[in-house]
């Protein structure tokens, strides 16, 4: 999972996803990750429940766990918004077999930071995603304003794009939708998976 940053014990945020509650719900069981399903209309939220993922470090970071995943074309567009640490995180996935995940790194008093090794969200893939109501350039003034802090600029993005679930960024012990957590067994596989990866990574070194 490629993601720009190492810990997010301080992170919150959702996923959107374009897909139904039940669709989103089979999905998160397959994943590691416990989150509420939210529906909001026409998009569906995944909010992270626990402050880990329920597989072992250093894949227990849920935020990354959550957007490092692979997202199937039912659920697409999907659209994340998080705070990790006192930055705020966007990554877009859009629909087609070949639609890869994008980034918007945004720093309080710097704006978007660039992020060399990942794949640059710009204005036009945020609107095209969101079939908002807003252009690129209205979305483009949101992403270059410093100003703030990073929940604030991320209802400010939510806004601009005509996106739900601004509401669910604040930090809140409140449930605003069903927790759905992922099955032992699918945890199990990813486990041994990444068992059998280091294994072979070793292998190949002392060769």
Do not use: I
């Not at 939220?45 to 470090?57: D, K, N």
């Not at 070949?98 to 918007?104: D, K, N, T």
């Not at 309080?108 to 036009?124: F, I, Q």
């Amino acid at each position: 999972m490629s993601v720009p940053w190492q810990s997010a014990r301080d992170s919150r945020g959702l996923l959107l996803v374009r897909g139904e509650p039940s669709r989103a719900a089979g999905w998160l069981r397959r994943g590691l990750v416990a989150c509420e399903v939210v529906p909001l209309g026409q998009w569906t939220a995944l909010v992270p429940a626990e402050r880990t993922s329920r597989a072992s470090a250093p894949y227990d970071d849920p935020v990354a766990a959550l957007v490092g995943r692979p997202l199937p074309n039912r659920l697409r567009p999907a659209v994340g918004f998080f705070v990790v640490d006192d930055r705020a995180v966007v990554t877009v996935r859009s629909r087609g077999w070949r639609g890869g995940q994008r980034w918007l790194v945004w720093e309080p008093g710097k704006g978007p930071v660039r992020t060399p090794t990942l794949d640059a969200a710009r204005p036009t893939d945020l609107v095209a995603a969101a079939h908002g109501p807003s252009g690129p350039r209205t979305v483009a003034s949101v992403v270059a304003d410093g100003s703030g802090d990073a929940t604030g600029w991320l209802r400010g993005l939510l806004a601009a794009l005509g996106l739900p679930g601004a509401e669910l960024l604040a930090p809140s012990t409140a449930l605003h939708g069903q927790v759905v957590a992922p099955t032992a067994q699918a945890v199990a596989r990813f486990e041994s998976r990444m068992a059998e990866q280091a294994q072979h990574r070793a292998e190949l070194e002392e060769s």
